[in-house]
T-cell receptor, first 114, second 115 residues
Framework: GESVGLHLPTLSVQEGDNSIINCAYS??????FIWYKQESGKGPQFIID?????DKRQGQRVTVLLNKTVKHLSLQIAATQPGDSAVYFC?????????????FGQGTILTVHP | NAGVTQTPKFQVLKTGQSMTLQCAQD?????MSWYRQDPGMGLRLIHY???????DQGEVPNGYNVSRSTTEDFPLRLLSAAPSQTSVYFC??????????????FGPGTRLTVL
């Protein structure tokens, strides 16, 4: 299989636990952030996004928190399920003339044990 | 809608060969882009297009060419393949809204090996 993730941060949780995946970004001009989930052999799948004028956004079982002061983004997954096992990427966009240019983080491997 | 489609799924090339990776979307998205993903790394932007006839370079454009003659299609060309281009390639598209970056939807990827 694909060797993506050999040196990525990992998070192992038990089924039913809550998961928190963290991401630090470097560009203070970034105004749009996205979390993607990537399963083995597939393309990234959109989970949730947040714009810089917000500090929290909730979806179904997922919450994204944005702390612009320390340039930190987190993804919280409630009641984690085995199907949540994947690599999770944060991505940022600086907007303006950087429209559409997403910069991706390294990724975090989430493993959920039944 | 089929979403974002990519062909081929797998490809093996010899050094110096050329080929085109195909990408198509049926969502009438204005914005399309190509990324490469290498082991242990996130995706890196190669080229992108904000509409038919308009393309621009991303973070790692060397060795790749693109064109956008239609809204639907955004092929990526490798002119002379090198082993450093061994990677998984993803195409993405999004609907352009003035002043905002929209969610990008990704294709299933093309796994390219250059020997």
């Amino acid at each position: 299989g694909e060797s993506v993730g050999l040196h990525l941060p990992t998070l192992s949780v038990q089924e039913g636990d809550n998961s928190i995946i963290n991401c630090a970004y470097s560009n203070s001009a970034s105004d749009y952030f996205i979390w993607y989930k990537q399963e083995s052999g597939k393309g990234p799948q959109f989970i949730i996004d947040i714009r810089s004028n917000m500090d929290k956004r909730q979806g179904q079982r997922v919450t994204v928190l944005l702390n612009k002061t320390v340039k930190h983004l987190s993804l919280q997954i409630a009641a984690t399920q085995p199907g949540d096992s994947a690599v999770y990427f944060c991505a940022e966009n600086a907007g303006g003339t950087s429209y559409g240019k997403l910069t991706f983080g390294q990724g975090t491997i989430l493993t959920v044990h039944p | 809608n089929a979403g974002v489609t990519q062909t081929p799924k797998f490809q093996v090339l010899k050094t110096g060969q050329s080929m085109t990776l195909q990408c198509a979307q049926d969502m009438n998205h204005e914005y399309m882009s190509w990324y490469r993903q290498d082991p242990g790394m996130g995706l890196r932007l190669i080229h992108y297009s904000v509409g038919a006839g308009i393309t621009d370079q991303g973070e790692v454009p060397n060795g790749y060419n693109v064109s956008r003659s239609t809204t639907e299609d955004f092929p990526l060309r490798l002119l002379s393949a090198a082993p450093s281009q061994t990677s998984v390639y993803f195409c993405a598209s999004s609907y352009s809204q003035r002043g905002y970056t929209d969610t990008q939807y990704f294709g299933p990827g093309t796994r390219l090996t250059v020997l």
